[in-house]
T-cell receptor
């Protein structure tokens, strides 16, 4: 079946360094991918999205890269800050318009 | 603009009790969703409603029922709670006719079934 998975359940980075969170997906029909951030005790919050006809999209301190050849996307966070500590989820849509979520990577930022 | 709101924030039930989780959105979205989140399992779709008056099963519907009361409100009911339903429940909404599948989430309801 369809799946979306993250490569690492946890990631620890030093404050000020760049963070890269990876995600793989199986559904070639997904035409839309989203990254969410979930802080402790809160609901997932939209960060950035990318359509399948793009290979890169930039936001404020974040960049998402999409490689359709290997069915892989990544979220890059520049100059990681303590406030970036959270669980990050990738999600892709399916033909029914529903989202398939990965299990999440917990990012810890060391001061 | 409150976005997606959920009540209650926390709930403890005994096995066999029933309860309804409430969700409302003020973004005029057509579609609404209920997920559960368990450690190591990510978000799993319980039920969804593509538009007012319609509901469909998701990945894990057993033990739950839903009602799309109107465009704003989508409730989730546990008729006879079981310990396996201990989880965090999230409601979400989106409007696919805006050309995006981005869903916006509420703050969650933390449910414990003893």
């Amino acid at each position: 079946g369809e799946s979306v998975g993250l490569h690492l359940p946890t990631l620890s980075v030093q404050e000020g360094d760049n963070s890269i969170i990876n995600c793989a997906y199986s559904n070639s029909a997904s035409d839309y991918f989203i990254w969410y951030k979930q802080e402790s005790g809160k609901g997932p919050q939209f960060i950035i999205d990318i359509r399948s006809n793009m290979d890169k999209r930039q936001g404020q301190r974040v960049t998402v890269l999409l490689n359709k050849t290997v069915k892989h996307l990544s979220l890059q966070i520049a100059a990681t800050q303590p406030g970036d500590s959270a669980v990050y989820f990738c999600a892709g849509n399916n033909q029914g318009g529903k989202l398939i979520f990965g299990q999440g990577t917990e990012l810890s930022v060391k001061p | 603009n409150a976005g997606v709101t959920q009540t209650p924030k926390f709930q403890v039930l005994k096995t066999g009790q029933s309860m309804t989780l409430q969700c409302a959105q003020d973004m005029n979205h057509n579609s609404m969703y209920w997920y559960r989140q368990d450690p190591g399992m990510g978000l799993r779709l319980i039920y969804y409603s593509a538009s007012e008056g319609t509901t469909d099963k998701g990945e894990v519907p057993n033990g739950y029922n839903v009602s799309r009361l109107n465009k704003r409100e989508f409730s989730l009911r546990l008729e006879s709670a079981a310990p396996s339903q201990t989880s965090v429940y999230f409601c979400a909404s989106n409007s696919r006719d805006r050309g995006t599948d981005t869903q916006y989430f509420g703050p969650g309801t933390r449910l414990t079934v003893l």
